[in-house]
């Protein structure tokens, strides 16, 4: 499929943990033309490093706990910094609290890029469900699901054999302290976006292979020709 570019753009995806914004983003890149930007897998890089800021890193991370917003608000900046987010970029489980959000606000203002934010709206224990379930491979980061896309061959990764893990912060206590987090300090993000972005959608994350949700995301960028 040839790739559209979007524009000057910057496409966040917001939702709760097991929403779907990863494979979402991971669709997106395949339709639009700029880059994937996971704050998760960026901070996991960091804690593949094993310094002294990894190690607090994961401590955070493997408790539930968002990472500080000052260290998060610099990864991004840096990254959207770099040549290939001049038309825009996928912005994936970045902003996560009201700080990060007027943060980059006015980031996108300085640049001249829109926003448009894409709700991934998913019920808890859809989403309790699919974590549970969820496995990856520590390799190349490909994600599998044990119910809905399980692997070809038992516990490893198709795309380069390497066996799958289960992430640290996917267990059920700490799934649960994610979601207490993303109620108390993301949720509330929604009233700020709806006035805010460019865009403003909402996607029903419920029903759906993850490939339809993410095609009812990649229809909603195309018709809002940005
Ligand atoms: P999920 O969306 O399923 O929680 P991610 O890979 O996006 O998965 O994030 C995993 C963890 O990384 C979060 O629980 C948090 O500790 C940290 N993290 C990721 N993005 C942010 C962010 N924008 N602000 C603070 N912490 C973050």
């Known amino acids: 499929m040839p790739k559209i570019t979007v524009g000057t753009v910057a496409v966040m995806l917001f939702g709760p943990p097991g929403s779907g914004k990863g494979t979402v983003a991971q669709y997106l890149t395949g339709c639009f033309d700029v880059p994937h930007i996971s704050t998760g897998h960026i901070l996991r890089e960091q804690i593949a490093l094993a310094d002294g800021l990894g190690r607090e890193v994961k401590e955070l991370m493997d408790s539930g706990k968002l990472v500080a917003d000052e260290l998060v608000n610099r990864i991004v900046v840096d990254r959207l910094s770099r040549p290939d987010c001049a038309a825009g970029a996928i912005l994936d ?95 509330p993000l929604v009233d700020y976006f709806r006035e805010q972005a460019t865009w403003y959608y909402r996607v029903n994350g419920n029903d759906g292979s993850s490939e339809q949700i993410a095609e009812r995301a990649c229809a909603l960028i195309r018709n809002s020709n940005p």
């Open 93 to 187: 489980g970045y902003p996560r609290t009201v700080e990060q959000a007027k943060f980059i606000s006015e980031v996108l203002k300085q640049r001249a890029l829109d926003s448009m934010v894409i709700y991934l709206d998913v019920d808890y224990d859809v989403v309790v469900s699919r974590l549970t379930a969820r496995r990856s491979c520590p390799q190349c980061g490909a994600v599998y699901n044990l119910r809905s896309k399980p692997p070809k061959v038992d516990s490893r990764c198709d795309l380069d054999g390497t066996p799958l893990i289960t992430r640290d912060d996917d267990r059920e206590d700490v799934i649960r302290q994610r979601l207490d987090n993303y109620e108390t300090q993301t949720q």
